[in-house]
């Protein structure tokens, strides 16, 4: 028991010895009268970063969204003025290929024999 009481005392006395290490490389800040101030000017300048970024991206989004609907105008503005062909793009290739001249003679195949 006495080992137990002893083995308590020292890891006591180790405890107390972290725990005024620690208030020694952190002091405690005594607040002053511009405790308030100062705490605040170190948020706003934390957020002052993402808030510029942040405007960025919504000036950003603002004008893709303006250069699409400008964009989607021209494009039905023009749409409308262009003529579409009546015909689609199959149709156009079969006219084309029977249109073309396609006269093959035909092809007699003769084996080596019949050549003799």
């Not at 020292?10 to 405790?35: K, Q, T, V």
């Not at 003679?105 to 019949?114: F, I, Q, S």
């Amino acid at each position: 028991m006495d080992h137990q009481n002893h083995q308590m005392e020292s890891d006591d006395a180790r405890l107390d010895a972290l725990f005024e290490a620690y208030h020694d490389a952190c002091p405690d800040l005594e607040p002053g009268a511009d405790f308030m101030p100062r705490l605040w000017q170190r948020i706003e300048a934390r957020q002052g970063m993402s808030a510029v970024f942040g405007r960025l991206a919504r000036n950003l989004a603002t004008a893709a969204l303006a250069l699409s609907t400008l964009l989607g105008l021209a494009v039905s503005i023009s749409g409308s003025r262009v003529a579409l062909p009546s015909e689609s793009y199959v149709e156009v290739l079969a006219e084309e290929h029977n249109s073309a001249n396609l006269d093959f003679e035909p092809v007699r195949l003769t084996t080596a024999v019949e050549q003799r």
